[in-house]
């Protein structure tokens, strides 16, 4: 199986400045990591992913990083607005594989403060 | 392109009632996939359908929950004598390839065990 711990759960801070939040897994043959954004009482959505042949990935004022070696990816998200107040879950799966499947961190409320 | 559909939004009921979520995927996606989202948690997967064919449901707690995908196209998924444990909102994703593509998720069935 795999196990995704998702650290913080709760993260505040203030408009204009960056929020990380930080995964681990357990299984080395996990390959895909993506991240989704779920505001109140809607569905997740995709907002970026990374897959295991890189290292970085940058979309749209949000950062990836995958570290294999330490079994540990994160989302940065640079110049905080308060849209971007939502729970963001992290999942990393082996792509590829017929009995793979997302594995769902727990989720961090990011509370951006005006 | 039209995205996940899920009905009902909402349900309310009595422990030991039974009830049944019902879930259209997006056209051409083989792939479909139900996920338990306790309140504050990350999504669950209980079960997951390649067309109509079930490729892993050993999270689906068998004796009170169900799940079909007949034509393999729409599902159902079916809890027997609900329980307040059950109390969470069930979410339906479909993928075009199974482990292959992104999982998009429908709004979701927010269920209430009283």
């Known amino acids: 199986g795999e196990q995704v711990e998702q650290l913080p759960s709760i993260l505040r801070v203030q408009e204009g400045s960056s929020a990380s939040i930080n995964c681990t897994y357990e299984?080395?043959?996990?390959?895909?990591f993506p991240w989704y954004k779920q505001e109140p009482g809607e569905n997740p959505k995709l907002i970026i992913d990374?897959?295991?042949?890189?290292e970085r990935k940058q979309t749209q004022g949000l950062i990836v990083l995958l570290d294999k070696k330490a079994k540990r990816f994160s989302l940065h998200i640079t110049d905080t607005q308060p849209g971007d107040s939502a729970m963001y879950f992290c999942?990393?799966?082996?792509?590829?594989?017929?009995?793979?499947?997302?594995?769902f961190g727990a989720g961090t409320q990011l509370i951006v403060i005006p | 392109e039209a995205g996940v559909t899920q009905s009902p939004r909402y349900a309310v009921l009595q422990e030991g009632q039974a009830v049944s979520f019902w879930c259209d995927p997006i056209s051409g996606h083989d792939t479909l996939y139900w996920y338990q989202q306790p309140r504050d948690q990350g999504p669950q997967l209980l079960v997951y359908f390649r067309d109509e064919a079930v490729i892993d449901n050993s999270q689906l707690p068998s004796d009170r929950f169900s799940a079909v995908r007949p034509k393999g196209t729409n599902s159902t998924l079916k809890i027997q004598s609900a329980k307040q444990g059950d109390t969470a909102t069930y979410l339906c994703?479909?993928?075009?390839?199974?482990?292959?593509?992104?999982?998009?998720f429908g709004p979701g069935t927010r269920l209430l065990v009283l």
């Open positions: 999942a990393a799966s082996v792509r590829g594989s017929a009995l793979g499947r997302l594995h």
């Open positions: 299984n080395s043959a996990s390959n895909y």
């Open positions: 990374i897959r295991s042949n890189m």
């Open positions: 994703a479909s993928s075009r390839q199974v482990n292959q593509d992104t999982q998009y």
